[in-house]
């Protein structure tokens, strides 16, 4: 069973950057799709980017295309969000969460996913 860890959460400015991990352990990384989701206070947790287990395959959620990059260093066992042009709207808890798979497909809905680490917070200031 797989173990996920997310990391890099924090304080940003509006407009800046950051770059969130999830590293992994206790499975073969390279079984499962990856995804990234987010909850703000009050709010349903909502999906944010996904990527195939093999990282041919990548979606986003409108809000922010354009903005936001995930990818997967398999030999690392390790998923990435890079986070740019970040707004006060994107202040959330981040969580990373993995879905056993057997192909090459991404996956949006959170009821897709087996397994989840306990997230990272990001706070955008204005």
């Known amino acids: 069973q797989v173990q996920l860890e997310e990391s890099g959460g924090g304080l940003v400015q509006a407009g800046g950057s950051a770059r969130l991990s999830c590293a992994t352990s206790g499975g073969t990384f390279t079984i499962y799709a990856m995804g990234w989701f987010r909850q703000a206070s009050g709010k349903e947790r909502e999906f944010v980017a996904a990527i195939s287990r093999m990282g041919g395959n990548t979606d986003y959620a409108d809000s922010v295309k354009g903005r936001f990059t995930i990818s997967r260093d398999n030999a690392k066992m390790t998923l990435f969000l890079q986070m740019n042009s970040l707004k006060p709207e994107d202040t959330a808890e981040y969580y990373c969460?993995?879905?056993?798979?057997?192909?090459?497909?991404?996956?949006?809905?959170?009821?897709?996913?087996?397994?989840w680490g306990r997230g990272t917070r990001v706070t955008v200031s204005s």
């Open positions: 969460a993995a879905v056993w798979s057997l192909g090459d497909g991404v996956f949006t809905e959170r009821q897709r996913y087996n397994y």
